[in-house]
């Protein structure tokens, strides 16, 4: 785990119980068991895991909405679970629900979580920044998913906070509102914010993360920069760099394994469609496209894909369903 000089956020070996699962054993489940994670300022940290991994409850956790039954938590130097107003004003929190009053309009709204904060961001300008005037007088229960998003990440940034949880924050946005969020999530992160954000969608955290922390069953599994967790697996230790996936579509049955090195996994996933994933060369490519020229194989279609953040999160907490 990093340990950064000054950390807006830091948790070490959290645990949380919840229970007794029934009033005749008293026996009580435990969602984390041991989660340590630390985010840095000017950072955007990133917590992945699948449904029931422990990371909601890690997060409510450090945002002081649930008590912890063991392990240290500390947010702006404090601890989550004792503090008072003057952290909270300091912390924005983006719930993946938004916990807004269904009956409010946006821009009263607004206007009132704004009168709590001594120094507020201009309601004016988080409204035109994130394209809320245009429906600005709609109640929050008839808004769609993403206007509803919109409206929650200013409501988290209003109070001008040191550190901004996002949950889920791109979902239900359209492609525009999704770059606007994205484009204003690295300017907070260039300004010296902490972020720490929780999503499903691989593509965004690595779009977006500096450091990542993967989750399962309660635990921390693995931990890196994108790129140093785009590095693991068997090719990592053979000195690769370069980790990626060759797909191509020919004639079923063919028997690559003497053509690639040993260290490509190599599968024909249905009759003729093979992938190929491992650290491969310039030099390898040239050796199956001499392979192809001598059998007479001419691929009906060819991708060369670099490997994803999903790739790796699906190889740490597996492909079953949770």
């Given at each position: 785990m990093r340990s950064p000089q000054s950390p807006v956020l830091s948790?070490?070996?959290?645990?949380?119980?919840?229970?007794?699962?029934?009033?005749?054993?008293?026996?009580?489940?435990?969602?984390?068991?041991?989660?340590?994670?630390?985010?840095?300022?000017?950072?955007?940290?990133?917590?992945?895991?699948?449904?029931?991994?422990?990371?909601?409850?890690?997060?409510?956790?450090?945002?002081?909405?649930?008590?912890?039954?063991?392990?240290?938590?500390?947010?702006?130097?404090?601890?989550?679970?004792?503090?008072?107003?003057?952290?909270?004003?300091?912390v924005g929190v983006m719930l993946q629900d938004g916990g807004l009053p269904p009956s409010a309009r946006p821009l009263p709204l607004l206007r009132h979580i704004a009168g709590l904060y001594a120094h507020p961001w201009p309601v004016e300008d988080l409204v035109e920044r994130l394209g809320i005037d245009a429906f600005g007088r709609t109640t929050v229960r008839r808004l769609s998913g993403g206007q509803k998003q919109r409206l929650a990440l200013a409501a988290a940034l209003i109070g001008r906070p040191e550190v901004l949880f996002l949950d889920e924050p791109s979902a239900g946005l359209d492609p525009q509102s999704r770059r606007l969020v994205f484009?204003?999530?690295?300017?907070?992160?260039?300004?010296?914010?902490?972020?720490?954000?929780?999503?499903?969608?691989?593509d965004d955290a690595q779009r977006l993360a500096d450091y990542v922390y993967i989750i399962d069953g309660g635990r921390n599994v693995a931990e890196g920069t994108v790129q140093e967790l785009l590095q693991r697996g068997p090719?990592?230790?053979?000195?690769?760099?370069?980790?990626?996936?060759?797909?191509?579509?020919?004639?079923?049955?063919?028997?690559?394994?003497?053509?690639?090195?040993?260290?490509?996994?190599?599968?024909?996933?249905?009759?003729?469609?093979?992938?190929?994933?491992?650290?491969?060369?310039?030099?390898?490519?040239?050796?199956?496209?001499?392979?192809?020229?001598?059998?007479?194989?001419?691929?009906?279609?060819?991708?060369?894909?670099?490997?994803?953040?999903?790739?790796?999160?699906?190889?740490?907490?597996?492909?079953?369903?949770?």
């Open positions: 948790i070490n070996g959290l645990i949380k119980d919840v229970g007794p699962l029934s009033s005749l054993d008293g026996k009580m489940l435990r969602v984390v068991g041991g989660i340590s994670l630390v985010a840095e300022r000017g950072q955007v940290t990133a917590l992945l895991g699948a449904n029931g991994a422990g990371k909601t409850t890690t997060l409510e956790c450090a945002q002081g909405l649930q008590k912890r039954s063991g392990g240290s938590i500390t947010l702006l130097g404090q601890d989550p679970a004792s503090a008072g107003a003057d952290l909270r004003s300091r484009e204003l999530i690295g300017e907070l992160r260039d300004a010296g914010l902490g972020i720490i954000l929780t999503t499903h969608l691989m090719a990592l230790e053979a000195g690769a760099h370069h980790v990626r996936t060759l797909s191509f579509e020919a004639k079923p049955g063919l028997d690559l394994s003497a053509v690639l090195p040993a260290d490509v996994v190599i599968s024909e996933e249905r009759a003729g469609s093979y992938t190929a994933t491992g650290t491969l060369t310039p030099r390898h490519l040239a050796a199956l496209a001499e392979w192809w020229a001598v059998h007479d194989i001419m691929p009906a279609s060819m991708t060369l894909q670099a490997r994803s953040l999903e790739d790796v999160f699906l190889d740490i907490s597996g492909k079953d369903l949770r």
